[in-house]
Nanobody, 126 residues
Framework: VQLQASGGGLVQAGGSLRPSCAAS????????IGWFRQTPGKEREFVAA????????YDVDSLRGRFTISRVNAKNTVYLQMNSLELEDTAVYYC????????????????????WGQGTQVTVSS
């Protein structure tokens, strides 16, 4: 599967963005799809994931209910709705596909994902 991330941009603190992750070559609902973010000098960190069965997983501590992940099968696309954006949300956001079993916390581990999109920059300004 090939993934194409888009929809990042520049937004003021408190604003919203909705990056998307479009799949080609395979059906996106066949995979667990994760969103990760990375800033210079730091490791890639988990943001959210949607499992094959449609259930969502979130990094609760950092997001505090501000982000929502969803999937539109007809468009073969996963979305990350980001609200109440904070300066600390500034990063390159990557989507990735994984085929691991749904149970447990594998979704938090970037090494469990085998296909990655190219990333989309999200910049939050004050």
């Amino acid at each position: 599967v090939q993934l194409q991330a888009s929809g990042g941009g520049l937004v003021q603190a408190g604003g919203s963005l909705r990056p998307s992750c479009a799949a080609s070559g395979r059906t996106i609902s066949s995979y667990n799809i994760g969103w990760f973010r990375q800033t210079p000098g730091k490791e890639r960190e988990f943001v959210a994931a949607i499992m094959r069965n449609g259930s969502g997983r979130y990094d609760v501590d950092s997001l505090r209910g501000r982000f929502t992940i969803s999937r539109v099968n007809a468009k073969n696309t996963v979305y990350l709705q980001m609200n109440s954006l904070e300066l600390e949300d500034t990063a390159v956001y990557y989507c990735a596909a994984g085929s691991f079993v749904t149970g447990g916390t594998y979704y938090r581990d970037p090494s469990r994902f085998h296909s990655w999109g190219q990333g989309t920059q999200v910049t939050v300004s004050s």
